[in-house]
């Protein structure tokens, strides 16, 4: 054989493809721990959700106005999916990692994340379940346990609130992620409605609750956290992931945000001087593990 297959792809192919994901789950990674060290500023997390909301909306916001708001194909609900479920996930997040470190945020929020969205998505779209869906949920669930009981004595006020708020945030990007695939969105498309709605719902709000806390902040640390967040991560992100999706197709394309969690602990050693225990470590790859196997990633079986 001169030429190696994927799927039905050649291998340069499926090399391109895998580069397009590497490179979106490297953003989706690196924004929470960018995230978390902007919260070791004056930064808090409602300012860096302004900052993420205020730069996407405008930079999205003539996209937006020339496609639309798609409400003949979402409907009122799944347009409530799309801006509350596009922002939410940012807040809770960011919240989230004023308890818990940036590794746990890696592996409960984007790595639970496909779980999230296959659970809804059987419910909402009647998506089947196969065998193999069924071995991962159970490396999934058995890394979030091992995580969720690393906390230890600080059961209650410590690590546990966070740990809640990055699964909430997993939950209400499974809304957004089965209300995008139910009307048949782009990526873009629906990044760019939740990105205005949040312009419009959130901002006011905040300026109004918050008044000037921006203005607290140095110039650079406003600056990393707008590109970070508004502009790579809210933006760039998304059509790397576009691309991926496009040369690999959706279920091997989506399986790329299973190296999230590994990337997320890897990059906050040494950004943030974290370091994941062994327990985090068998949590975070059996995670991994399991998402992707759930996302339909390409396994040794497959290769021709």
């Given at each position: 054989m001169t030429d190696l297959t994927v799927g039905g792809r050649t291998a340069a192919q499926y090399l391109r493809g895998a580069l397009y994901g590497l490179a979106a789950?490297?953003?989706w990674s690196g924004w929470i721990v960018v995230a978390r060290l902007g919260l070791r500023s004056s930064l808090t997390p409602w300012d860096i959700a302004a900052l993420r909301f205020g730069v996407a909306g405008v930079f999205l916001l003539p996209y937006v106005m020339r496609k639309g708001l798609a409400l003949d194909r979402l409907g009122w609900i799944g347009l409530a999916a799309i801006v509350i479920g596009g922002g939410a996930p940012v807040l809770l997040a960011n919240a989230g990692l004023l308890f818990a470190p940036a590794a746990h945020a890696g592996a409960l929020f984007p790595g639970v994340m496909p779980l999230a969205v296959a659970l809804l998505a059987a419910a909402v779209l009647h998506e089947p379940f196969t065998d193999s869906k069924k071995i991962g949920f159970v490396l999934i669930l058995f890394g979030v346990f091992v995580i969720a009981g690393g906390a230890g004595g600080a059961v209650g006020p410590g690590q546990t609130i966070g740990h809640a708020l990055f699964l909430g945030s997993a939950v209400a990007w499974a809304c957004y992620t089965?209300?995008?695939?139910?009307?048949?969105?782009?990526g873009l498309h629906a990044a760019g409605i939740a990105a205005v709605g949040a312009l419009f719902l959130y901002i006011p709000v905040y300026f109004f609750v918050e008044g000037g806390g921006l203005a607290k902040a140095s110039g650079s640390d406003l600056a990393l956290q707008a590109i970070v967040q508004g502009l790579l991560t809210a933006i760039v992100s998304l059509v790397f992931y576009g691309?991926?999706?496009?040369?690999?197709?959706?279920?091997?394309?989506?399986?790329?945000?299973?190296?999230?969690?590994?990337?997320?602990?890897?990059?906050?050693?040494?950004?943030?001087?974290?370091?994941?225990t062994a327990m985090d470590w068998i949590a975070i790859s059996g995670i991994s593990v399991g998402v992707y196997v759930v996302s339909g990633g390409p396994l040794p079986g497959r290769w021709n």
């Open positions: 789950v490297s953003i089965v209300a995008m695939r139910h009307a048949r969105l782009g691309r991926a999706v496009s040369i690999l197709g959706a279920s091997s394309g989506a399986a790329f945000a299973a190296l999230s969690p590994a990337m997320t602990a890897v990059m906050a050693i040494p950004i943030l001087g974290e370091w994941p």
